[in-house]
């Protein structure tokens, strides 16, 4: 059809990209109708059943005496709100393996699990589809790309989660609310002395690429006769743009801080338990009321079924928690031009372009390890409902029997929290690097050429799309020239590196402070 149309090139160009974007949507909502993204994390993975009040009451004599007392006269027995248990009583709680997607629809952010994994692989293939047909000649790289807008939905849906989770953070109050203002200006001094860095040691390329969309700017208002002389454009200083960045800086930085944080205690529990081939498992024949038909129950047994640590599975789990520890600081490291950057092309005889590919591949690469192993971090949280009740039985005292039950039930509703704060972070970097990567690829522009699809539309909408006096199409067709290749990329360049090293420090931090707490 398109090509026996005579419809221009750009609208062609347009047509086979949305046909593309189609396809790959109906794929895979026909893949989500069948099989679940968030069962393909969920699937087989323990969590621990919260254990009902008359097994409780079974530790409890106030309990006791309250059920051998018979009411008089038929009149209905009054409740027993709450009673308490020793801390150091033999309570085990049974653990079910999660094998349907009911019981992951208790959760309440399960299908935010399932949207987020949708619009990032869509994204993905999308990608992958319209940089093979500017491979292979049918789509210019300046051209307008439906990629670039599935990348930016992404960002924007995985930022809103993200600012969600922080609200929630906030409104809580006490300590969750100091450290958020904590942070951000920990974050934004932090910010501030890396815009004062020497050029010479850390250069992202934003202050060229600024001044080159200022002078680029300055043209395009000549051009079209929108001003007379420079000044009546009143655009910002470049130490006010910076001063944008910092700001901008200091509020990624609270969005990163409770995500990074919670990463960095699961690899603390990570390498805590490495000598262990599986969840900590307790089972008991106790009754529970949140036990369904599809879950597998724990085989009778005690602690004693811990393998040696010098497993292969063990040795993998600390190799890989390693790796998401140790490869954020390598990235950190290399926009560090004397250290790293032309020592690499010094030494592999590489230039500065092959350089950036091969540092934004790197960056990519770390992102899909940390996505490939969320369930790996997603066991060792719901782990952490059997670590509580160790940690319980070696204290003196007693607890409420409600407390007991609200602690591990809020640690299997807190599991798909811990997913989408490891998954949302690693999919906006990814988003990023895609867009650098297509950045790379563009000849000279950042922002697609939309005279070809404007032009061929107007063919047929020509009311609404070119009026007489083109200021609009002028208008339009210059935002290609103003938004320069230099400066897109140094601004993503920019962003990609501090909230990698954001989320570097943060999970550092956390990973010692944890370590630190558990052996003491």
Same mark, same amino acid.
């Given at each position: 059809?398109?090509?026996?149309?005579?419809?221009?090139?750009?609208? +062609?160009?347009?047509?086979?990209?949305?046909?593309?974007?189609?396809?790959?949507?109906?794929?895979?909502?026909?893949?989500?109708?069948?099989?679940?993204?968030?069962?393909?994390?969920?699937?087989?993975?323990?969590?621990?059943?919260?254990?009902?009040?008359? #097994?409780?009451?079974?530790?409890?004599?106030?309990?006791?005496?309250? +059920?051998?007392?018979?009411?008089?006269?038929?009149? *209905?027995?009054? *409740?027993?709100?709450?009673?308490?248990?020793?801390?150091?009583?033999?309570?085990?709680?049974?653990?079910?393996?999660?094998?349907?997607?009911?019981?992951?629809?208790?959760?309440?952010?399960?299908?935010?699990?399932?949207?987020?994994?949708?619009?990032?692989?869509?994204?993905?293939?999308?990608?992958?589809?319209?940089?093979?047909?500017?491979?292979?000649? #049918?789509?210019?790289?300046?051209?307008?790309?439906?990629?670039?807008?599935?990348?930016?939905?992404?960002?924007?849906?995985?930022?809103?989660?993200?600012?969600?989770?922080?609200?929630?953070?906030?409104?809580?109050?006490?300590?969750?609310?100091?450290?958020?203002?904590?942070?951000?200006?920990?974050?934004?001094?932090?910010?501030?002395?890396?815009?004062?860095?020497?050029?010479?040691?850390?250069?992202?390329?934003?202050?060229?690429?600024?001044?080159?969309?200022?002078?680029?700017?300055?043209?395009?208002?000549?051009?079209?006769?929108?001003?007379?002389?420079?000044?009546?454009?009143?655009? *910002?200083?470049?130490?006010?743009?910076?001063?944008?960045?910092?700001?901008?800086?200091?509020?990624?930085?609270?969005?990163?801080?409770?995500?990074?944080?919670?990463?960095?205690?699961?690899?603390?529990?990570?390498?805590?338990?490495?000598?262990?081939?599986?969840?900590?498992?307790?089972?008991?024949?106790?009754?529970?009321?949140?036990?369904?038909?599809?879950?597998?129950?724990?085989?009778?047994?005690?602690?004693?079924?811990?393998?040696?640590?010098?497993?292969?599975?063990?040795?993998?789990?600390?190799?890989?928690?390693?790796?998401?520890?140790?490869?954020?600081?390598?990235?950190?490291?290399?926009?560090?031009?004397?250290?790293?950057?032309?020592?690499?092309?010094?030494?592999?005889?590489?230039?500065?372009?092959?350089?950036?590919?091969?540092?934004?591949?790197?960056?990519?690469?770390?992102?899909?390890?940390?996505?490939?192993?969320?369930?790996?971090?997603?066991?060792?949280?719901?782990?952490?409902?059997?670590?509580?009740?160790?940690?319980?039985?070696?204290?003196?005292?007693?607890?409420?029997?409600?407390?007991?039950?609200?602690?591990?039930?809020?640690?299997?509703?807190?599991?798909?929290?811990?997913?989408?704060?490891?998954?949302?972070?690693?999919?906006?970097?990814?988003?990023?690097?895609?867009?650098?990567?297509?950045?790379?690829?563009?000849?000279?522009?950042?922002?697609?050429?939309?005279?070809?699809?404007?032009?061929?539309?107007?063919?047929?909408?020509?009311?609404?799309?070119?009026?007489?006096?083109?200021? %609009?199409?002028?208008?339009?067709?210059?935002?290609?020239?103003?938004?320069?290749?230099?400066?897109?990329?140094?601004?993503?360049?920019?962003?990609?590196?501090?909230?990698?090293?954001?989320?570097?420090?943060?999970?550092?931090?956390?990973?010692?402070? %944890? %370590?630190?707490?558990?052996?003491?």
């Amino acid at each position: 059809y398109f090509i026996q149309s005579n419809l221009s090139p750009g609208v +062609m160009i347009f047509g086979v990209q949305l046909l593309s974007t189609l396809i790959i949507g109906l794929f895979m909502t026909k893949i989500f109708s069948t099989y679940s993204y968030s069962l393909m994390i969920f699937y087989k993975v323990w969590f621990s059943v919260p254990p009902v009040t008359e #097994y409780l009451g079974q530790f409890s004599k106030a309990y006791k005496d309250y +059920m051998k007392k018979k009411p008089r006269n038929g009149e *209905p027995r009054e *409740p027993l709100d709450t009673f308490t248990i020793p801390k150091d009583s033999a309570l085990v709680v049974r653990q079910n393996k999660i094998i349907s997607y009911t019981q992951i629809s208790l959760l309440p952010h399960g299908e935010d699990i399932d949207m987020t994994i949708l619009l990032s692989v869509s994204s993905c293939l999308i990608y992958i589809v319209t940089e093979l047909l500017v491979f292979l000649g #049918y789509c210019p790289a300046s051209d307008l790309h439906l990629s670039y807008i599935w990348s930016v939905v992404v960002l924007v849906f995985c930022a809103k989660f993200l600012g969600y989770m922080l609200k929630v953070y906030v409104q809580l109050g006490g300590g969750e609310r100091s450290l958020v203002g904590l942070s951000t200006f920990l974050f934004i001094v932090f910010a501030l002395f890396v815009s004062m860095a020497d050029r010479r040691f850390i250069d992202f390329g934003v202050e060229e690429g600024y001044n080159d969309f200022v002078n680029e700017l300055v043209k395009f208002a000549n051009t079209t006769n929108l001003i007379k002389s420079k000044a009546d454009l009143n655009i *910002p200083s470049t130490k006010a743009f910076k001063g944008v960045l910092i700001i901008i800086s200091g509020l990624i930085g609270a969005l990163l801080t409770f995500p990074s944080f919670r990463f960095g205690a699961l690899n603390s529990k990570l390498l805590h338990s490495a000598g262990k081939t599986g969840p900590i498992t307790e089972a008991t024949p106790s009754p529970s009321s949140s036990e369904t038909e599809n879950s597998e129950s724990t085989p009778e047994g005690d602690d004693n079924n811990e393998a040696p640590a010098s497993t292969l599975r063990d040795r993998l789990v600390l190799l890989l928690v390693h790796f998401n520890l140790v490869s954020p600081l390598l990235v950190v490291l290399c926009w560090c031009k004397p250290l790293v950057q032309e020592h690499i092309q010094s030494q592999a005889d590489i230039s500065e372009r092959t350089f950036c590919l091969l540092r934004v591949g790197f960056i990519a690469t770390i992102m899909l390890v940390r996505v490939f192993s969320v369930k790996l971090y997603l066991q060792a949280h719901l782990d952490s409902a059997q670590l509580y009740l160790k940690q319980l039985k070696q204290e003196v005292g007693r607890v409420e029997h409600k407390t007991v039950q609200q602690k591990i039930a809020f640690t299997f509703q807190y599991s798909s929290v811990i997913v989408l704060q490891i998954l949302t972070p690693a999919f906006i970097i990814l988003q990023m690097c895609l867009l650098l990567l297509s950045l790379q690829n563009t000849p000279d522009i950042t922002t697609p050429s939309t005279s070809n699809i404007l032009s061929g539309v107007s063919e047929v909408l020509p009311e609404f799309i070119a009026p007489a006096d083109g200021d %609009h199409m002028n208008m339009i067709q210059g935002v290609r020239v103003v938004l320069t290749k230099s400066f897109m990329s140094g601004v993503l360049s920019y962003f990609v590196w501090w909230m990698v090293s954001v989320m570097s420090a943060v999970t550092l931090f956390s990973t010692a402070y %944890h %370590h630190v707490s558990e052996n003491a």
